[in-house]
Every structure is written in C-alpha cells, then in structure tokens.
C-alpha cells in the first residue's frame, strides 16, 4: 500500500514538474522563446499592424446630445446620480424617516432630522442634514426604492468629474439643485414605473 501510494506520487509530481504554463503541456520551450526577445519583437510588429487601421474610438464631445456619436446616451433605467425632489410649495420632500439610510448597503446616506417650520402643514419634520458620500454610492438604486414619500431618485445623469473628496459629499442643496438643474424636481414617479428617472408612466397597451 505504502508502495503504491509512493509510486503514485511520483507520477504525479513527475508531470507536474515538466509541464510548460501555457500552450501545450507537453511542449517544451523553445531556445529562440526562452530569450523573450523574439516573442517581444512579435508583440510590438501586431500592434505596429493595428496602428494603421480604422480607429473604432468615437469622440464624445458632447456637441450635440441627441447624437450617440457625439454624446453618450445612456440606457432606459440607468443610475447615475442622485437629485432631492420638492413638493407643490417648493420644500423638499423628504421627511426624514432614514429609510433610505437604512437601507443603503454602503452606508453612504447621512441624515439629520428636525422639527418642520411653523408654515409647513403637511409634515413634522425634515432633513435639517442630508449627505450622500458619492465616494461610496454604488448606484444600486435602493435609497430610491426604500423612500416612502418618493424623495429621493436617481437622474441619468453620469460621470460627473470632481477635483476634490469633499466635492463628492453632496449636501442636500445641491441635491435640491441638481433636480432643478436636470427638470426633474417635481416628477412624481414611483421608482421609475417605465424604467426612466422622472418620466410619468407609459401607458398601457389593451390587447
């Protein structure tokens, strides 16, 4: 038994020890591919090939932005980033129930509540604090999903470049802004019904 387990060892090891890491396992290295140099000259002689062919690149340039040559459009349902909506009075929406905080896996959301304005009828409190660590979002969408007063939505909106940390760490004016800026402040969807951030649902077709 202790010979037979030996032996098959041996075979084992035996193989492993000859075989090459790449191509064929039995084919053993050339002399010409051991000094690198010819693989190397090889390499660069296909990229040189590739350098004079047809560039397959397209120039976002942002020119004109109903052109997918010209301007990236993103897909129906696309999360990118994050705007505050308003109600009828022009007050944010949001009624500081830390839902979404609560549900973000990253825990990017900070949020800090108080007591509504003596004019404000409709609520008792709002975010007198709201912060999204941008740095950490991972656009999963499920602060959208979670808000119960549909506060909180993400745009199509995407690649938007900072130079600093702190300029990833939206606050909640510039979350307000930002749906001003992208004319969705006031859409009243509900976790965007026909898979685009802020349109009003597409209506059904009756068979």
């Known amino acids: 038994m202790a010979h037979g387990h030996d032996n098959g060892h041996a075979n084992d090891g035996g193989h492993a020890h000859h075989e090459p890491t790449g191509g064929d396992p039995l ?24 350098m004079f062919k047809k560039s397959f690149t397209v120039d976002y340039d942002g020119t ?6 010209k301007n990236h459009i993103p897909r129906a349902g696309y999360r990118g980033e994050h705007y505050l909506k308003k ?9 500081a129930c830390f839902m979404c905080a609560a549900a973000c896996p990253s825990e990017c959301i900070h949020i800090e509540g108080a007591a509504t304005p003596a004019d404000w ?18 656009y999963c969408g499920m602060c959208e999903e979670a808000c119960p007063v549909d506060a909180i939505a993400l745009s199509s909106t995407y690649n938007v470049v900072s130079t600093t940390r702190e300029e990833k760490v939206y606050v909640r004016d510039r979350l307000l802004s930002d749906g001003d800026r992208y004319g969705l402040s006031l859409s009243r969807h509900h976790y965007r019904p026909d898979g685009v951030p802020g349109a009003a649902p597409a209506a059904k077709a009756h068979h």
């Open 27 to 50: 084919r053993k290295e050339t002399f010409l591919e051991k000094l690198y140099l010819p693989e190397i000259g090889k390499g660069m002689f296909h990229t040189l090939k590739h």
């Open 64 to 69: 004109d932005r109903t052109n997918e040559k």
């Open 87 to 95: 109600d009828d009075a022009g007050h944010v929406k949001c009624v």
């Open 121 to 138: 009828k409709d609520r008792e409190r709002y975010p007198k604090r709201f912060e999204i660590d941008m740095l950490r979002c991972i």
